[in-house]
């Protein structure tokens, strides 16, 4: 069995905040933990990277070799935006600088319960169907283990004085704890309705008040798990013998007010509210045409990282749903 490396889990940094970190013991994890402040996609498209190095006449690509390592405690949610950006950065043409780290890592995932903000449910995004080595929901006194790789059952076997066979009052109580859970959702809506929702909700009034508010700070997209626009950054190092420089990937965020400009002074977004629909096309529809699975999972984080308060996407939702003839999707 190779080395597992580190493990990242989440850890609580502030009264109200927690945030994956690499971990010693069991007692540095925080398992209530609901959402981080960044998702697990830190871990494979990181905030920045050197990508191209250059030394007097050598060019070259940086290439890392990432070491094994463990990301524990990635709920339902976040394991979709992991499988959303798969097929993103693994599609043609291969980003091999994510792909590196995606192979080198072995994801635990963990049950939740959800909080108002939560709504992966709506999504289709609330339980863990893929994107794992393995799975565990918490029952209270134990957990029951869900296998899904090979890579998983290593880790199984070589903790196996820790683990036995499950039985029959084990799958009662694992399927009374998501049954239970589903009735925890406040906010549910269908989803199947949001292509069409963003359409005839183009020239709705909802867009002007939420762009009254929008600072254009872009809090909401890198704490996104399925954002990943990026510029990149040519870096010139102080040397009077030969020329260095680096190329970096860094995180973009469509929400800053220069993302769309190009040469000539034309800004194809050039307000908030062009920015703010943009953005919301592409969470709730977008990326439906594009890799057929949609970009927002459900997670909240664009709720409550909003400094203005208004990015209350399942908010925005019911209230275009109400205002057109779509009312029946609320449920
Ligand atoms: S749009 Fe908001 S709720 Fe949806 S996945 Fe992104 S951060 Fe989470
Ligand atoms: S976090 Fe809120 S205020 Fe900031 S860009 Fe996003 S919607 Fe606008």
Wanted: net charge negative.
């Amino acid at each position: 069995m190779q080395t597992t490396g580190k493990v990242y889990a989440p850890v609580k940094v502030s009264d109200l905040s927690y945030s994956f970190k690499a971990v010693e013991t069991h007692s540095d994890i925080a398992f209530e933990a609901l959402r981080t402040i960044l998702p697990p996609k830190k871990f494979f498209f990181p905030q920045e990277e050197t990508i191209v190095m250059c030394d007097g006449d050598q060019i070259s690509e940086v290439v890392e070799v990432p070491t094994p390592f463990v990301v524990f405690g990635v709920h339902p949610c976040d394991l979709a935006g992991l499988l959303a950006l798969d097929k993103i950065f693994l599609s043609a043409p291969l980003d091999s600088h994510y792909q590196r780290r995606r192979r080198a890592a072995v994801i635990v995932g963990l049950s939740c319960l959800p909080d108002k903000h939560c709504f992966c449910r709506s999504m289709g995004t609330d339980t863990p169907n893929k994107g794992y080595d393995l799975f565990l929901t918490d029952l209270g006194e134990e957990f029951y283990v869900q296998i899904k790789s090979q890579a998983g059952l290593e880790v199984i076997q070589a903790c196996s004085t820790f683990v036995q066979s499950v039985n029959n009052d084990d799958n009662d109580s694992y399927k009374d704890f998501w049954s239970e859970r589903d009735k925890l959702f406040e906010r549910t809506f269908d989803s199947s309705k949001l292509p069409n929702l963003m359409d005839m909700g183009w020239n709705d009034p909802v867009w002007d008040q939420l762009a009254e508010r929008c600072l254009s700070c872009g809090n909401c997209t890198p704490v996104c798990p399925t954002c990943y626009c990026f510029d990149m950054v040519d870096v010139a190092m102080f040397n009077t013998q030969k020329m260095e420089a680096k190329r970096d990937r860094v995180w973009d965020s469509c929400q800053f007010s220069g993302f769309a400009a190009v040469a000539g002074g034309e800004n194809f977004r050039p307000g908030p509210i062009d920015r703010l629909k943009f953005w919301y096309r592409h969470k709730l529809h977008g990326f439906d045409d594009a890799i057929e699975i949609p970009s927002c999972v459900g997670c909240g984080r664009c709720t409550v990282s909003c400094p203005a308060g208004i990015d209350d996407l399942p908010g925005v939702v019911l209230t275009l749903l109400q205002k057109t003839n779509m009312k029946d999707a609320v449920q």
